[in-house]
């Protein structure tokens, strides 16, 4: 919980079915240094109205540091049970289902498998796990299969993207078909990422700060880069923009080293003043958008990011702010073309970057249209509903 991930898209929505007379327990790994830097914060925010365990996460040695952690899990999982009796054990991604797992076995409880993503699958994409090494190869296979145990045995599945529910209720290898999956995206604070609140003099504070004229066309980049985030690609197709839209500039709203990026432009021939490179808090993250022109980002379009949802794509559209991406996924592209908010890059070449290029320098987009869009797909409020119904359903069951 003390992670921005946690902040961002664990406790809002738990202090919302809090709000809806959940009883509600979390049980986390921490990383001791955020830990004790946040701690006190995460314990104000949930006092009185979630209670807050945790252990503390080890990485080394790999995979018995892992092993170490779902012992303790385990320990300190049953203790809670025989405090709380616990309904339902809701489980976010493949190492906690493995406890509601066994919490279901023993003590019978309802499990709700948060599979977030294809986890497995996302470790071999992103290079973390090397098959040909027969320890990852076994540790993958171990989790593909009890991936289909997860999803035949979960009393409800919750998947973030329609591309992903569609490709499980295809597979032919999971008992008890058609599955319970619902879809929940992740979901936004619209009222954080709100235009609207940011007065025009902030905006050209900001500007002259980060020594950005009013009559500049902003292209911005928000958050990591790198595993998933393509940016040479990214760069090649601002390389294009430039030669159409000489008085654009990048913004980069990220904590990633400007010197990264630098490199990687200069191998474009890129000069280093179309840049603007900057950190922002994720109280900031709003204000510095809605510099925006357009937003861009391209995700590596692998297997395991079909059941990819990525957050930036609901806070984006919150601002009202079109965007460039690419397909292949999550639900991204359909979420563009169903909205009509930004264009899609189907292909990672010149000819696709200067057709998606004429479009966003022709074509009209209505901030408010997409802002409203935002709302529909991916308001906080409405995940918060969809989770209550889901537990409706389980406890029903």
């Known amino acids: 919980m003390t992670d921005s991930l946690g902040q961002s898209q664990v406790i809002p929505y738990l202090l919302g079915l809090a709000e809806k007379g959940h009883q509600i327990t979390i049980l986390s790994t921490e990383k001791e240094a955020n830990f004790l830097q946040k701690k006190e914060q995460i314990k104000t925010i949930l006092e009185g109205k979630i209670v807050w365990k945790h252990i503390i996460y080890t990485k080394k040695p790999p995979l018995l540091s892992t092993l170490k952690d779902i012992n303790c899990l385990w320990k300190k999982a049953q203790d809670l049970q025989i405090k709380h009796s616990f309904d339902i054990v809701h489980c976010r991604s493949y190492i906690s289902a493995l406890i509601g797992l066994k919490m279901k076995k023993k003590f019978n409880t309802k499990f709700v498998f948060d599979m977030r993503g294809f ?79 940011i007065e025009e003099n902030q905006k050209n504070k900001l ?44 913004l ?18 890129i000069d280093q003043k ?40 609901g806070e984006i559209m919150s601002m009202g702010i079109p965007i460039i991406c690419n397909s292949g996924v999550g639900d991204t592209d359909y979420v563009l073309n169903k909205y009509n908010c930004g264009v899609v890059v189907n292909q990672f070449s010149d000819r696709d970057y200067d057709y998606a290029i004429a479009q966003i320098l022709e074509k009209k987009f209505d901030k408010t249209e997409i802002r409203e869009a935002a709302k529909d797909f991916y308001a906080l409020k409405k995940g918060i509903e969809l989770y209550n119904n889901t537990y409706q359903k389980v406890l029903k069951k």
């Open 119 to 197: 986890w497995a699958d996302e470790r071999v994409d992103g290079k973390i796990w090397n098959l040909k090494n027969p320890i990852f190869n076994q540790v993958y296979n171990f989790f593909k299969r009890k991936e289909i145990v997860f999803l035949s045995q979960a009393d409800a599945t919750i998947s973030l993207t329609n591309n992903a529910k569609t490709k499980i209720l295809d597979w032919k290898n999971i008992p008890n078909q058609p599955i319970n999956i619902e879809v929940i995206p992740c979901c936004v604070d619209i009222e954080r990422f709100d235009a609207s609140k």
């Open 207 to 250: 500007r002259k700060e980060l020594g950005i004229d009013e009559n500049e066309f902003i292209l911005s980049y928000l958050g990591s880069i790198g595993t998933w985030y393509m940016l040479e690609e990214m760069l090649d197709f601002f390389n294009r923009l430039i030669l159409i839209q000489p008085n654009a500039k990048f």
């Open 252 to 269: 980069f709203i990220t904590s990633e080293d400007p010197d990264y990026i630098y490199t990687e432009a200069k191998k474009r021939n």
């Open 274 to 313: 179309y840049f603007v490179i900057q950190r922002a808090d994720y109280t900031e993250v709003p204000l510095y958008l809605s510099l925006s022109n357009f937003s861009l980002f391209f995700i590596l379009p692998v297997f395991s990011k079909s059941a990819s949802s990525p957050i930036k794509q």
